[in-house]
């Protein structure tokens, strides 16, 4: 398969920051994400609750990714029965991102919509990891928790087996989020591990959304400030491209693709994160497949139209 670079989209006032506690194995990440949430929110209209939940898992997704120790994508889903039927966030080592929602846009949905009564009764959170080199893997776990930091949180306990304290917020302007964890293989004293998890649970969303790393980390912890290291900048990135469009086309089949070609006199795939639009007419496809399959769908469409 072709090699197609990433179709990047520059942006400031995207960042994660890393710390470090030297006094305890805890360490953290603040994220806040500004121009790359608005691009990825004039892609499609959101209704208010879904825009919510989906800022709020591009947060999270910035924040675990921050921790990959290999190349390759970090993809967050949440997939429900209800009124919303998906979030997915997909977050790579070159500090990339981009994010999409499915749902019934017939159904009436409340701004403060909650979101278990969007995603219904059933429902998984997965995570994947989809390395450059080597294997994916992927670890689910069932829905539980009112909030997408309560279902990581859930999720990281259980599959993860790490003590984790993840706090998210989102609005029309900012996706923010902050996570504390233990450091792997090491186990914190109970009362220090209380101490600081205390302290983040005092800040608020409006704090989050609004409070850059070095405030928020002043506010919480200045009696035992941590080791804050240079922030990452972060961008919107799309995978998409022709060449996996085409890719897809010949999974679907001749039969299937020349059908749609030969009724509608051309298909087109639109890509759910950024909205690029691929087209393939008939010529097209007769390349992609190495046959003139649209007149062979319409030969025999005929022949069965005479019988």
Known sequence: MTTHSLKRTPMNNNQRTRFLFDQMPVRGLHVQVEEVWQHILRRKHYPVAIRRALGELLAAGSLLSGNLKTEGTLIIQVQGQGALKMLVVEATSENTLRATARWDETAHIADDAALSELLGNQGIFAITLQPKDGEPWQGIVPLEGGSIADMLMHYMAHSEQLETHIALAADEKTAAGFLLQRLPEEQPDPEAWQHVTTLAQTLTADELLHLDAQNVLYRLFHETPPRVFAPEALEFACTCSRGKVS?????????EVGQAVAEEGSITVDCDFCNEQYTFDETDVNA????????AVKNENSRHTVQ
């Not at 890719?247 to 039969?255: E, F, S």
């Not at 992609?288 to 007149?295: A, N, R, T």
Request: a negative charge; glycine letters at 18%; charged letters at 10%.
């Open 247 to 255: 890719d897809m086309l010949l999974m679907l089949g001749g039969q």
């Open 288 to 295: 992609l497949f190495g046959s003139d399959i649209v007149s």
